[in-house]
């Protein structure tokens, strides 16, 4: 059993290759503005093993994930990594086990209710939405225009 991405949203800030750690601290405060019941978070160093193709060695990045107490099975995933003068951002509800079953409705898993998927669906979209509002507040701190894109992609309805 692994790990499966559910939704994926992200996004290229330009200029704002040295603005890491500021863009983590700026979606803490948008998350914890809100206080989406249960939610807590920390920061989780994963080691790449590096590319096949192009053996570059092994890479360090830092994630920031959050967590809810009533959802245990899932994570949103946070990775802000420099690439050139750009920062990249990548958001991520990564859930730990199979996916039941796919269809043009979704995803589903067995043991989830409709109301459990609700919960999930309405405590990810404040997390995908206080990441968005993040990188906008920082591009426009740099001087920079948008726009972002609202729209996730995968199975996960979030608005």
Request: aromatic share 10%; proline share 4%; net charge negative.
């Amino acid at each position: 059993m692994g790990r499966v991405s559910i939704s994926e949203w992200g996004c290229l800030i330009d200029g704002a290759h040295q603005e890491r750690r500021k863009l983590f601290d700026r979606i803490i405060n948008k998350v914890q503005d809100r206080e989406p019941p249960g939610t807590s978070w920390e920061f989780k160093e994963v080691k790449t093993k590096g590319w096949t193709l192009f053996p570059v060695g092994q890479h360090r990045r830092e994630f920031l994930r959050f967590t809810n107490e009533d959802l245990r099975d899932y994570t949103v995933d946070i990775s802000v990594e420099p690439y050139g003068k750009m920062l990249t951002v990548h958001v991520g509800v990564v859930v730990a086990g199979a996916i039941e079953s796919w269809d043009e409705d979704g995803w589903h898993r067995e043991e989830m209710s409709w109301e459990e998927e609700t919960m999930l669906s309405d405590w990810v979209s404040v997390i995908f939405r206080s990441c968005r509002e993040a990188c906008e507040g920082l591009s426009e701190d740099l001087g920079k225009e948008g726009p972002f894109k609202e729209e996730t992609e995968g199975p996960l309805p979030v608005w």
